[in-house]
């Protein structure tokens, strides 16, 4: 049986991810292919601590928290109730809203950047995805959109972080760019447009 294809998707907060996500996966169904949506943190005990920790409630240093993120993925990965890998390797295409490439962007704004990827190292090797997608907008936009929906500011949720997150996504995506399948999409265009352009983009994974 053939594999399945991995896919992660990659944007600040308020890029567009879930939309896209929830787009794609529509498609994939279409073609009869089944499809999986996950994201991080993970449903696992680990992904609900880190999740404590996002929101302020649990305080802890920078590398732990990029440690937790780690620990997190690979539980995500390898765990035995719903780990990704056996999914891929059942056939099931998998589709994440977020993988390593956040944490090289959200934790390299206060951890040295070649420290996160190290950390991650073990994650790249058990699963690389086919294919991430990076969805690209500004801080002002992500901004924008982020304060007219939501209620709530999260700890990850200020503009000039988000700056520096988008700039760390992209320095990171030049960093590996031997290594990984990366395709970046103009996030401001309209939700059709992007739609169709990471479709244009993803389908031949599909026919192989
Ligand atoms: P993320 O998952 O990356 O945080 P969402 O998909 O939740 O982003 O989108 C954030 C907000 O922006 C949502 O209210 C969504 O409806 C809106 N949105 C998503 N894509 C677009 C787009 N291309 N143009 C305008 N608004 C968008």
Known sequence: MNKGIFIAFEGIDGSGKSTQIQLLTEKINEKGIRC?????????????????????????????????????????????????????????????????????????????????????????????????????IDADTAMERITKNRFHTELFEKKSRLEKVRNNYLKAFDLLKGEEKVVIVDGTKSMEEISEEIWMQVKHLFEK
């Open 36 to 136: 999986y949506q996950t994201c991080e943190p993970s449903g696992g005990p680990i992904g609900s601590l880190t999740r404590q920790i996002l929101t302020g409630r649990i305080k802890t240093d920078n590398r732990v928290i990029a440690a937790m993120f780690a620990a997190d993925r690979l539980d995500h990965l390898l765990n035995e109730v719903d780990g990704i890998v056996a999914k891929v390797e059942d056939g099931i295409t998998v589709i994440t809203d977020r993988y390593y490439f956040s944490s090289y962007a959200y934790h390299s704004v206060d951890v040295p950047m070649d420290w996160v990827i190290k950390t991650n190292e073990e994650s790249a090797k058990v699963l690389r995805p086919d294919m991430t997608i990076f969805i690209d």
